[in-house]
């Protein structure tokens, strides 16, 4: 007698596109794993099985989520032309499109649980940091290299950048009252004004 076939489990990158898609429809806090098995036909303990836990999955959705933004900004690095209109470009990709933007809000619950993490998520989310640090990083170099701004420090000034950037970036994403998208845009470019043409 035959047993029972069973019906393969979704493909892992199918998973974490429903979780995404679920962020960006209902919000973080109807993500359980009860409601993401009804979504891709498992159960919550076989997701519980494939990833560990939710903390897992949180990360690895993440991890997903910025590959795509990763490819993304590998296309707007490879541009020509001038090295701040891409800047403004990886600002652009950088800064939440608006109020429970899907993608900073995974950041910001990752980060709220990364104060318990283990070192291997720490090093999982430090690594995902490094990538945008070095593009910004190289397109300063090269603008500093090619004349366009005044000779910074590029990690230097990358680091500030980034600072800034995070910090507007919660404030939009938590929908704070006062901040939106095009203030933050505003004064992040009026801080490169200041800080990379002044003198070029």
């Known amino acids: 007698m035959s047993s029972p076939r069973r019906t393969p489990a979704p ?5 974490l596109a429903a979780a995404m898609e679920m962020i960006a429809e209902r919000g973080l806090e109807k993500l359980t794993m009860a409601a993401l098995g009804r979504e891709v036909g498992m159960s ?9 836990s939710k903390d897992e999955l949180l990360l690895q959705t993440l991890e997903w989520s910025e590959g795509r933004l990763g490819a993304d900004r590998g296309r707007l690095l ?5 090295v701040r209109e891409r800047i403004d470009a990886y600002v652009d ?4 499109d608006g109020h429970r933007d899907p993608h900073w809000t995974l950041w910001l619950e990752v980060w709220n649980r990364s104060q318990n993490a283990d070192d291997d998520a720490r090093d999982r989310q430090a690594a995902i940091e490094g990538v945008w640090h070095r593009d910004l990083v190289a397109l300063i170099a090269e603008g500093v290299s090619r004349g366009e701004f005044r000779p910074v420090d590029p990690d230097r000034c990358a680091t500030r950048l980034r600072a800034l950037l ?3 970036s919660v404030h939009v994403a938590v929908g704070l009252r006062g901040w939106d998208r095009a203030q933050v845009l505003g004064h992040v470019r009026e801080f490169l004004d200041e800080t990379l043409l002044a003198d070029a």
């Not at 490879?78 to 001038?82: E, H, L």
Request: hydrophobic letters at 25%.
């Open 78 to 82: 490879g541009r020509t032309g001038p």
């Open 44 to 52: 919550s303990g076989h997701l519980i099985y494939y990833f560990g």
């Open 11 to 15: 493909p892992r990158e199918r998973i």
């Open 166 to 168: 995070d910090g507007f």
């Open 93 to 96: 990709l950088y800064v939440p």
